[in-house]
């Protein structure tokens, strides 16, 4: 039987949110009969790289679900590991509304730093990503000069070997993914609860005016209110 595994990324910093979104993580690891497991080890390195980390797992599991720790996840949510073929990397694209400009931008960045490819658009995120054993080889290990440090990080650097070596990517819909700015006017302002994974990413979430951990706070209780996680 294949293994499958979800992994988050955190450390005691962001407490005041995990405590909250832990459990539905878990519960959806349960779901998809998957391995629920959290890096906290840098490895002396960028946070964001803990990814990296993935490489050394492919040796124990067949896919792996990268799914950031400031995510709700709904009871809808279907199983992500049935509904993506093997050989594909699953992801939304980042590049959409308000976030377009600067994430072509960055794009751009990737290409001078380490070499012109082609890839103009599609900025993966992976803050709901899958990957596949045959993926391993984009998340070598990397000393910090070989990386990409500046803002998107490793979803700069991964979306970069992703395109460079002609990775098949499955595009998923906002609704894996939702963060802000998929409620906006040109997404037809939708609502976060319509989704399977509400992301509060960016450090601001959906309302730059209250804390991100408050938001979820609040989100959570309203989700629980209806049944819906």
Not at 23 to 48: G, N, Q, R, S, W
Not at 50 to 57: D, K, N, P, T, V
Request: proline residues 3%; negative net charge; hydrophobic residues 35%.
């Amino acid at each position: 039987m294949k293994k499958n595994l979800i992994v988050t990324r955190a450390d005691d910093g962001v407490r005041e949110y995990t405590e909250l979104t832990f459990p539905y993580l878990k519960k959806y690891a349960e779901k998809c009969d998957a391995e629920f497991m959290v890096i906290t080890d840098t490895k002396d390195i960028h946070m964001h790289y803990r990814i990296l980390q993935f490489h050394e797992l492919f040796d124990d599991y067949d896919r792996i679900l990268s799914l950031d720790s400031d995510t709700l996840v709904l009871k809808s949510c279907p199983d992500i590991f049935k509904l993506v073929p093997f050989s594909k990397v699953a992801t939304i694209f980042e590049d959409k509304g308000s976030r377009q400009a600067d994430r072509r931008e960055r794009i751009k960045k990737a290409s001078e730093r380490f070499g012109k490819i082609a890839w103009y658009e599609g900025y993966i995120n992976t803050g709901f990503a899958l990957f596949s054993r045959e993926h391993k080889f984009i998340f070598e290990p990397k000393e910090e000069k070989e990386l990409y440090m500046d803002l998107g990080y490793d979803d700069v650097y991964l979306g970069y070997q992703i395109f460079k070596y002609g990775i098949g990517i499955h595009e998923l819909s906002y609704r894996f993914n939702h963060m802000s700015m998929f409620s906006e006017d040109w997404n037809m302002n939708a609502s976060r609860f319509d989704s399977y994974v509400i992301h509060y990413a960016g450090g601001v979430g959906f309302n730059p005016i209250i804390p991100r951990s408050e938001q979820i706070r609040q989100d959570t209780l309203l989700l629980r209110k209806y049944s819906l996680i």
